[in-house]
């Protein structure tokens, strides 16, 4: 009888054991995916350092479609690749290359930009395209938000902005 007990008490420690294992498991991956999930956080904000403090204004000086662009890069490292999304001579959808933009550096070109932006006079956010110092590439919207290139998409080239008016001119007359 007394060997009994022994049995009912060695099962309730394997159980509590069992349990317990089975709960330092489970919290054990518990913590392992929350560091996992904050080194990606940390990963992902060191990627996008430089291209924070990368922003471009626009200042319409009068009621044309003109305005002046600048590009700042307020980081330590240069930028390269600038390149201002705008409103070619033929009203159409163009792109301006400023190029590299040294570290610490403004640049700003007066640019044709699109006619119903109606900001005369005021600093606005301006959208544009660049690469950071690792090669990334990076575009900032008309909000001022930031988009890694992949999950955004590169500026149409200009090629296939010809192509697609020739296209269009031939429909209209066809």
């Known amino acids: 009888?007394?060997?009994?007990?022994?049995?009912?008490?060695?099962?309730?420690a394997a159980v509590a054991t069992a349990v317990f294992t089975g709960g330092g498991v489970v919290w054990g991956v518990f913590l392992y995916r929350g560091e996992v999930k904050r080194r990606e956080a940390e990963a992902e904000e060191a990627k996008r350092a430089q291209a924070n403090v990368v922003t471009a204004s626009f200042r319409r000086p009068g009621d044309g479609d003109a305005a002046e662009v600048t590009v700042r890069n307020a980081s330590d490292?240069?930028?390269?690749?600038?390149?201002?999304?705008?409103?070619?001579?033929?009203?159409?959808?163009?792109?301006?290359?400023?190029?590299?933009?040294?570290?610490?550096?403004?640049?700003?070109?007066?640019?044709?930009?699109y006619p119903d932006v109606a900001l005369a006079g005021n600093l606005a956010p301006?959208?544009?395209?660049?690469?950071?110092?690792?090669?990334?590439?990076?575009?900032?919207?008309?909000?001022?938000?930031?988009?890694?290139?992949?999950?955004?998409?590169?500026?149409?080239?200009?090629?296939?902005?010809?192509?697609?008016?020739?296209?269009?001119?031939?429909?209209s007359t066809g």
Do not use: C, K
């Open 77 to 113: 490292q240069p930028i390269s690749d600038v390149t201002l999304s705008i409103f070619d001579e033929d009203g159409r959808n163009g792109m301006y290359d400023l190029g590299m933009l040294p570290a610490g550096e403004d640049r700003a070109a007066t640019v044709n930009i």
């Open 1 to 12: 009888m007394g060997h009994d007990i022994f049995d009912w008490v060695n099962l309730a």
């Open 126 to 171: 301006f959208p544009f395209w660049f690469s950071d110092a690792h090669g990334r590439r990076w575009f900032r919207d008309w909000d001022g938000r930031l988009h890694h290139y992949p999950d955004y998409g590169e500026p149409t080239p200009a090629w296939w902005m010809e192509l697609a008016e020739r296209a269009r001119r031939l429909q």
